[in-house]
């Protein structure tokens, strides 16, 4: 057959060699492929040299030409050199990594195929092992993710994140500036997340100026201990639902109680419009309330204590939220709500991490919507059984969203 190998080199789109045979063998665009150049470098004294030695071919798959499966038959030759001639080395080539046997062209496409499909389903469709995709999608996501510059990191947002239903947590490290990702760490005791913190180097943890959190014991400690410089802060939102879980706690108390006593009709349809803003009310939700209040008063008195409490959102200043949470504290006190006194022994036990805010306004209302995406890339990568291999896709896909 008489070949135009300029088209077909074209085609390969590979530098520095030459073509000198295709062919198409059952289904497959093979390439026979030599070196352009008839000298090579000498890896140990870097001078150039001349004297083959031997030669050898092997095959590397290449991106796909007309849609079929396409190898590069590639002539690899060895050469001597005057400083060591007991050891003939390899020639190189720029487009083939050290022990692979797919270009980098290839290996780069498999990559990008990866980014938005699990390995699993790119390994299949390649036709190459699990393993062997996997490898090829950390190398070139290390390689990507160090061409980011890091970020001076200052503000943290911390967050634990349910991997599956009911179990096995995982904890989710922020950078609140950039709203990016830093880590996902197995499991969300103090210890898990003190032993991560080690890793860090020292200029890095002298730099951290705030932490937002829950109120988890664990995740301050952790910090507390291993940041010298660090304020915890309690994120806003978890106060709120903190609060809302004890007036829910209560309701359904009394509800529970009125169902026993199989009084139906007191069972009023309540559970979200207690927790509703009273603005935000439907006309429906707002006689439900009313009815039940002339029911059980304790409901009255549960509601407008937490609307009350509403307001510590809208202060502005240090003093006058500390101010605020003594206000509440007397007022949960004056109600005789004695469920709600848990709440307010967790404002006094958070009190200065509570009113931390107002050094560094930072929440996790942001890392609630991040939480999101990292449970999708676990579904999507479903076999992630892999700590470190899960790790690089998030961080990956927070550093170039
Ligand atoms: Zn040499």
Avoid at 29 to 40: G, L, M, V
Avoid at 347 to 362: F, H, K, R, V
Wanted: net charge positive.
């Amino acid at each position: 057959m008489r070949i135009n190998t300029d088209f077909i080199r074209k085609c390969v789109g590979l530098q520095d060699i030459k073509i000198t045979y295709v062919n198409i063998n059952k289904g497959i665009f093979e390439i026979f492929a030599t070196s352009a150049f008839d000298f090579a470098n000498c890896p140990k004294c870097g001078q150039l040299t001349q004297q083959p030695h031997d030669k050898r071919y092997q095959s590397y798959e290449h991106l796909p030409i007309w849609g079929l499966k396409t190898v590069i038959i590639l002539e690899i030759k060895r050469y001597k050199c005057s400083c060591d001639p007991e050891h003939p080395f390899d020639e190189n080539f720029k487009f083939i990594r050290k022990y692979q046997r797919r270009t980098i062209p290839f290996e780069e496409y498999i990559f990008n195929l990866a980014h938005k499909n699990t390995i699993q389903n790119i390994a299949e469709l390649i036709g190459i092992s699990h393993n062997a995709c996997q490898r090829i999608y950390n190398y070139y996501a290390k390689q990507k993710l160090a061409t980011k510059k890091p970020k001076k990191l200052e503000l943290l947002g911390i967050d634990d994140i349910a991997v599956k239903k009911g179990h096995n947590y995982n904890t989710v490290i922020y950078n609140q500036e950039t709203g990016s990702s830093i880590d996902v760490i197995e499991g969300r005791t103090k210890k898990d997340v003190l032993d991560y913190f080690k890793t860090l180097p020292q200029e890095v943890k002298d730099q951290i100026k705030a932490v937002s959190m829950d109120m988890s014991k664990g995740y301050c400690a952790a910090v507390s201990e291993s940041f010298s410089n660090a304020k915890v802060v309690i994120d806003r939102f978890h106060i709120t639902k903190n609060l809302h879980d004890k007036v829910d706690e209560i309701r359904r108390k009394i509800q529970n109680k009125a169902k026993k006593e199989n009084n139906k009709a007191k069972t009023f349809n309540i559970r979200w419009a207690l927790l509703k803003k009273v603005e935000n009310l439907t006309g429906k939700e707002l006689s439900n309330l009313l009815l039940a209040f002339e029911e059980y008063p304790v409901l009255e008195k549960l509601h407008y204590l937490k609307e009350e409490f509403s307001k510590f959102f809208t202060i502005k200043s240090k003093e006058a939220a500390h101010a605020f949470i003594d206000y509440f504290k007397e007022l949960v006190k004056e109600y005789e709500i004695v469920e709600l006194e848990s709440f307010s022994n967790t404002l006094n036990n958070w009190l200065e991490e509570i009113l931390n805010y107002y050094d560094y306004q930072i929440s996790n209302g942001l890392i609630e919507g991040n939480n999101h995406k990292i449970k999708n890339i676990k579904r999507r990568g479903y076999g992630y059984r892999n700590q470190d291999n899960f790790n690089l896709r998030v961080k990956l896909e927070f550093a170039f969203k």
